[in-house]
Every structure is written in structure tokens, then in C-alpha cells.
T-cell receptor, first 115, second 117 residues
Framework: DAGVIQSPRHEVTEMGQEVTLRCKPI?????LFWYRQTMMRGLELLIY????????DSGMPEDRFSAKMPNASFSTLKIQPSEPRDSAVYFC?????????????FGPGTRLTVT | AQSVTQLGSHVSVSEGALVLLRCNYS??????LFWYVQYPNQGLQLLLK??????LVKGINGFEAEFKKSETSFHLTKPSAHMSDAAEYFC???????????????FGKGTHLIIQP
């Protein structure tokens, strides 16, 4: 199994630009999560989907952030317009019904730098 | 609302010594509990988890943790530290939904484990 796949691995962009982060969950997993990691705030849940439906987006910091899951094998997290304070590592994770405790498998992350 | 407290942002032990990383949680219902490890510039890898049943759980790389409901704790231990154990360790909780279904994780701030030769 390829694991959770995220792209790009690194993104450097200028303030005001649109940024799109991509995630492919593990095949057969029906829940997908987006997290953000910063030195100041640690690991935070941004949004998660069950069966492609957004369940909880209360962690999305502002309207500049949006996430979609058009099908079971793909999700995007978009920031428009981006700001320097959005610089962080963004992780995608997935899990499946039947995994005890719904243990989550994490991707390698996308390191975003906004200048 | 859930919360997780990891006591000590940095823990330093000698190679071969006992490793003890502390985690306390608060949750309105008995949660699922997890420990993850993160090596530099990598994603998070599951070390072990508690869901139900035996309160002492064993994980990968010789780690284990004990769920103590009365103390709301889930401390991580390893009898003998290896240099390769140097990493960031995160304790996390998630809710059990009565109707089933996955939930997001609430993480502690992390503990950086340093192994002295």
C-alpha cells in the first residue's frame, strides 16, 4: 500500500497567491482529515470528512481556507489569498470503519512557506 | 471539549535508561487514546493505541502505555532507551461516537525526547 499521498511536499508562495494542497487517502479508507502543525499552536485539526461529506470544519481558521473531497480518493485544501501566518506543515490523514479506534494514518505533509 | 496535557516539552535520558513520557487527558466520555512519533521532517507514525479491554497496551519499538481512568492518564514508557528513539512524541485523544464514525484527534503539544550517549 502506498500510504497517504500528499502533494506538493514543499510549496513556497508569495502573500496573496492562491495555494492548493492535495491529498490521496489510503484506498478503502472512508474518513479523511486535514491538520496543521506550527511551532506556536502545535497540531490542530482543520476539517474532516466521512464518506466524502464534511463533518466538522470548526477548525478552519478563516474563510480564506476551504476544503473539498469530490470523491473517495482525492481531497484538496485551498488557501486564497495566502498570508505569511499560514506558513506551516499541513498533514492529511485517513482512517476506515473497522480499524479499532479509527486509528489514523498520516501522510508526509506539505511544508508551506508564504513570503 | 477534549484536551491533552503532556508534561515536559523536552525529556532527556541516557541510552539504556527508562523512558517515561507523561500524558493526561480530559474528556466527557471515555476516549480513544493514541501515541504517535514524529521523526524530523516526516509525518506521524502510530506507536500504540488504547480502545477497549486491557489497560496496558504494547506498541512498536518496545514502547508500552497504561490507561488509568482514575488518573485520566496514558503515560508512555520504554524500559531501555535507544539512540534511535530520539524524536517528537505526541499523545492524542478522540471521542467515541455512540453512533459510530471517526472523529478528529486532539493532540498534546508534544514531548521532544533526547537520548544522551
Amino acid at each position: 500500500d502506498a500510504g497517504v499521498i500528499q502533494s506538493p511536499r514543499h510549496e513556497v508562495t508569495e502573500m496573496g497567491q492562491e495555494v492548493t494542497l492535495r491529498c490521496k487517502p489510503i484506498s478503502g479508507h472512508n474518513s479523511l482529515f486535514w491538520y496543521r502543525q506550527t511551532m506556536m499552536r502545535g497540531l490542530e485539526l482543520l476539517i474532516y470528512f466521512n464518506n466524502n461529506v464534511p463533518i466538522d470544519d470548526s477548525g478552519m481558521p478563516e474563510d480564506r481556507f476551504s476544503a473539498k473531497m469530490p470523491n473517495a480518493s482525492f481531497s484538496t485544501l485551498k488557501i486564497q489569498p495566502s498570508e505569511p501566518r499560514d506558513s506551516a506543515v499541513y498533514f492529511c490523514a485517513s482512517t476506515a470503519r473497522g480499524l479499532a479506534g479509527y486509528e489514523q494514518y498520516f501522510g508526509p505533509g506539505t511544508r508551506l512557506t508564504v513570503t | 471539549a477534549q484536551s491533552v496535557t503532556q508534561l515536559g516539552s523536552h525529556v532527556s535520558v541516557s541510552e539504556g535508561a527508562l523512558v517515561l513520557l507523561r500524558c493526561n487527558y480530559s474528556s466527557s466520555v471515555p476516549p480513544y487514546l493514541f501515541w504517535y512519533v514524529q521523526y524530523p521532517n516526516q509525518g506521524l507514525q502510530l506507536l500504540l493505541k488504547y480502545t477497549t479491554g486491557a489497560t496496558l497496551v504494547k506498541g512498536i519499538n518496545g514502547f508500552e502505555a497504561e490507561f488509568k481512568k482514575s488518573e485520566t492518564s496514558f503515560h508512555l514508557t520504554k524500559p531501555s532507551a535507544h539512540m534511535s528513539d530520539a524524536a517528537e512524541y505526541f499523545c492524542a485523544v478522540s471521542d467515541r461516537h455512540s453512533g459510530g464514525g471517526a472523529d478528529g484527534l486532539t493532540f498534546g503539544k508534544g514531548t521532544h525526547l533526547i537520548i544522551q550517549p
